[in-house]
């Protein structure tokens, strides 16, 4: 038998997706904005061979929003199994 869903419960649950959703946010903005701002000073640095910038643009970044994704649907099918909201019966 699962936790009743009290009023509590449910501002605890939109806390937790709210933080969750900036940490996800920022970390998108970080790689989709700030790598290109930067891109000049960045491609001083090489990763595998590409300046890092140019490695972001062409593939980096892409990696990046599947793995933000994937730990997005982890996390929140965690969250709904801990707070009884699960769609998994």
Do not use: C, H, K
Request: hydrophobic letters at 55%.
């Amino acid at each position: 038998m699962s936790t009743p869903v009290t009023e509590e419960r449910r501002q605890e649950y939109w806390r937790r997706t709210l933080r969750i959703t900036a940490i996800l946010l920022a970390i998108w903005f970080l790689v989709t904005y700030v790598v290109i701002w930067f891109a000049v000073p960045l491609n001083q640095f090489t990763f595998l061979g590409f300046p890092l910038a140019f490695y972001m643009g062409a593939q980096g970044s892409l990696a990046i929003y599947v793995v933000l994704i994937v730990f997005y649907a982890w996390y929140m099918n965690r969250l709904d199994r801990e707070f009884g909201v699960s769609e998994e019966g």
